[in-house]
């Protein structure tokens, strides 16, 4: 099959077997890319028109209790300073992002075991509270179901959690023994059958990845129909293992970003900070390959150097404020126009 075959049968099937997935994902890159791109566009449009929707982000710890091997935050790093902010500092922030415009807000932390489900869901409660039209979206990866019904029950509408590898060898390469594959994967489900929307996602290019592993990940995709779906190219963080591993590659992301837009065509696919690290306009080109969805820091500016994934990242001196001109530009240099509404999954937005 030619080239143009593969991205009209990805169009209209939205699936392709796994010797034809392996095809795309190892294609070389420029005519496949331009197709693939050009039907993501298409696909993109259909649901979300021009649109892009902006979630403000709140890194609310970055103290972890796992030991995730790529992860700059990880326990075992002693080379950095950890924090916590308060429940007067989360608010703050949620208002300050509310007063910008953004209708949702995302919580993202390490697994601080201080924020207990019931100490997270009153966060929640008071944000929803005074902000009644807000989404928030949790990312503060496993726990247990009752943790995850208390948070809900409290007004948590989305979580993201990363499956990271859809390959349990792969899955076991990048974590340590005490983190369970089948624990991750079940988690994605329970969130799923409370009733929350659910992001998962995975790094491209990190450690070990093989091509057969990017398969299983669309074949996953396919299945479980996530909302939502993040994923970014891997980049190196000097304290830990994977430190002299290379960056994923940005190309590749953009490709896996088009087949995820044909697969799921109305998911929530964000254009990730760490697609915009690696390339100053990775997060146009998100956009350009099928993204719909930025989101900018607005954790306090004092503890934005300090929710280092990974080395080099972007947007971690600028205000809220400044971080919303500069997407809007960003977004309309590449046609597109930001929509500060919640942005929920078309399945699940009131019309
Ligand atoms: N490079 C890129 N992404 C990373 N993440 C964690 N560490 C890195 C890294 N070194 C991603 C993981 C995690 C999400 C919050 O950030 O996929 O789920
Ligand atoms: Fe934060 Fe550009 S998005 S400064």
Same mark, same amino acid.
């Given at each position: 099959m030619s080239y143009k075959d593969i991205a009209d049968k990805l169009a209209t099937d939205r699936n392709l077997s796994?010797?034809?997935?392996l095809e795309v994902i190892c294609a070389p890159f420029g005519e496949i890319d331009e197709l693939l791109a050009e039907r993501a566009r298409e696909v993109r449009e259909k649901y979300y028109g021009k649109d892009v929707y902006l979630r403000g982000l709140v890194e609310f710890s970055n103290i972890c209790r796992n030991n995730?091997?790529?992860?700059?935050?990880?326990?075992?790093?002693k080379n950095f300073d950890r924090y916590r902010l308060t429940?007067?500092?989360? $608010?703050?922030?949620a208002d300050t992002g509310y007063?910008?415009?953004?209708?949702?807000?995302?919580?993202?932390?390490?697994?601080?075991?201080?924020?207990?489900?019931?100490?997270?869901?009153?966060?929640?409660?008071?944000i929803k509270e005074k902000h009644s039209d807000c989404a928030v979206t949790l990312s503060i990866g496993e726990m247990e179901r009752e943790e995850y019904e208390i948070m809900f029950r409290a007004g948590a509408d989305r979580y993201l959690l990363r499956h990271e590898t859809a390959d349990k060898e792969h899955y076991e390469k990048l974590h340590p023994a005490g983190m369970s594959f089948e624990h991750r994967m079940n988690c994605l489900k329970v969130l799923k059958e409370i009733g929350y929307q659910v992001g998962c996602g995975m790094m491209i290019g990190s450690p070990y990845q093989e091509p057969r592993h990017l398969v299983k990940d669309l074949r996953f995709l396919i299945d479980f129909k996530p909302e939502m779906v993040g994923i970014g190219?891997?980049?190196?963080?000097?304290?830990?293992?994977f430190a002299n591993f290379e960056a994923g590659s940005v190309p590749l992301t953009?490709? $896996?970003?088009?087949?995820?837009?044909?697969?799921?065509?109305?998911?929530? $696919?964000?254009?990730?900070?760490?697609?915009?690290?690696?390339?100053p306009k990775g997060r146009e080109k998100g956009l350009l390959a099928g993204a719909n969805v930025i989101m900018p820091n607005l954790s306090p500016t004092d503890v934005r150097n300090k929710y280092l994934l990974y080395d080099n990242k972007i947007c971690t001196g600028e205000e809220a404020a400044e971080c919303i001109r500069c997407m809007e530009r960003r977004v309309e240099s590449v046609g597109y126009k930001v929509a500060m509404t919640r942005g929920?999954?078309?399945?699940?937005?009131?019309?």
């Open positions: 796994d010797e034809e997935f995730c091997y790529y992860c700059g935050i990880r326990r075992d790093n429940k007067e500092q989360i $608010l703050s922030c007063e910008l415009g953004f209708r949702t807000i995302v919580l993202q932390g390490g697994e601080d075991r201080h924020f207990t489900a019931e100490i997270m869901a009153d966060i929640i409660s008071a190219p891997f980049i190196p963080h000097h304290d830990t293992r953009l490709r $896996l970003l088009s087949v995820i837009r044909l697969i799921l065509p109305d998911v929530l $696919l964000p254009a990730t900070t760490a697609l915009g690290t690696v390339d929920d999954h078309v399945k699940y937005s009131v019309k």
